[in-house]
């Protein structure tokens, strides 16, 4: 990490997308709607340490409401200032089952260090503020590769986000022909935060 990363991760900008970020949120109003397209999914953003990224860090999860102790996504975040846009950089987790729950419990939160991650390349997201909302989207070049039944794809993933609310769009499209393979074909996902951690977001000088 260059020493210059510091000051950066902690501008007015990166510190209210973390304290945005932070919190539990679910579309169940989106289920309860259209229960034949959506299932209810609830995501974690669980504010990490200082001293973890010595930056701003946050563990994720996505589970389906039925079953909460079984992610079917999780991940480590660092998000860093750019000046024009905030990068976040995504991590892997090596054994990721052992953390699943951390995005409820703080004493499964606090297991996790630096030697259980692994980054992923290619796979960062890049937000912008514009007003009062953020939009994010998975970094150029079509190079976040993820294979999913036997075909090789690439992450499209877009996010817009306010201090209450993330709509959320993940495919992945084939590396040759383009066409999706994954990912929802009825439309983004729309959630709302029914719990802030914001307060868990370390403070900066």
């Not at 020493?3 to 990166?14: C, G, W």
């Not at 419990?105 to 991650?117: E, V």
């Not at 383009?178 to 729309?190: D, K, Y």
Request: hydrophobic share 35%; charged share 25%.
């Amino acid at each position: 990490m260059s020493p210059n990363d510091l000051p950066n991760a902690t501008s007015h900008n990166a510190i209210a997308l973390a304290r945005w970020m932070a919190g539990h949120f679910s579309n169940a109003r989106q289920a309860y709607e259209n229960p034949k397209d959506y299932a209810h999914i609830r995501i974690f953003f669980r504010p990490l340490s200082f001293e973890f990224f010595h930056g701003i860090g946050l563990y994720s999860e996505q589970v389906y409401d039925y079953d909460l102790w079984t992610p079917y996504r999780q991940g480590v975040h660092r998000l860093i200032d750019r000046g024009d846009c905030i990068y976040i950089e995504n991590y892997s987790l090596k054994n990721a089952l052992f953390y699943a729950g951390s995005g409820r419990d703080l004493n499964i939160l606090k297991t996790i260090t630096p030697d259980c991650i692994e980054r992923r390349h290619h796979c960062s997201m890049i937000f912008r503020r514009e007003g009062d909302r953020f939009f994010g989207s998975v970094e150029p070049g079509n190079q976040c590769l993820i294979e999913k039944n036997g075909r090789q794809t690439y992450l499209d993933s877009s996010v817009e986000m306010t201090e209450t609310t993330w709509i959320g769009l993940d495919r992945g499209l084939d590396i040759h022909t383009h066409q999706q393979v994954w990912g929802s074909t009825f439309g983004p996902l729309r959630f709302e935060k029914i719990e802030s951690f914001a307060r868990e977001v370390p403070a900066y000088p």
